[in-house]
């Protein structure tokens, strides 16, 4: 499965983005689809995931309350609301599908990645 995020930009401070990550090949299936960013100098760091059976997420402490990760099975994408940004947000997001069913954080479960999308907070 092919994995196409889009949705970054810059934005001030406080404001939101809508990043989105949508399969090409084939459909998500059962997979778990997740969001990680990687900010310039650290290693990639888990966000947040969502299964497709039954919907459950989970969140990052550092983005609990501002971020949502949601699907449209119709669309075959899932969505990163991003809201009350900061510039520690600052970062190359990436979305990735885990075959398995069970939520992981784990960067090295996750079997699909997509290009990332640049996401820039300025101050």
């Known amino acids: 499965v092919q994995l196409q995020a889009s949705g970054g930009g810059l934005v001030q401070a406080g404001g939101s983005l809508r990043l989105s990550c949508t399969a090409s090949?084939?459909?998500?299936?059962?997979?778990?689809v997740g969001w990680f960013r990687q900010a310039p100098g650290k290693e990639r760091e888990f966000v947040a995931a969502i299964s497709w059976i039954g919907g459950s997420t989970y969140y990052a402490d550092s983005v609990k309350g501002r971020f949502t990760i949601s699907r449209d099975n119709a669309e075959n994408t899932v969505y990163l609301q991003m809201n009350s940004l900061k510039p520690g947000d600052t970062a190359v997001y990436y979305c990735?599908?885990?075959?398995?069913?069970?939520?992981?954080?784990?960067?090295?479960?996750?079997?699909?990645w997509g290009q990332g999308t640049q996401v820039t907070v300025s101050s």
């Open positions: 090949g084939r459909t998500f299936g059962r997979y778990v």
């Open positions: 990735a599908a885990d075959r398995d069913l069970r939520i992981t954080t784990t960067t090295s479960a996750y079997d699909y």
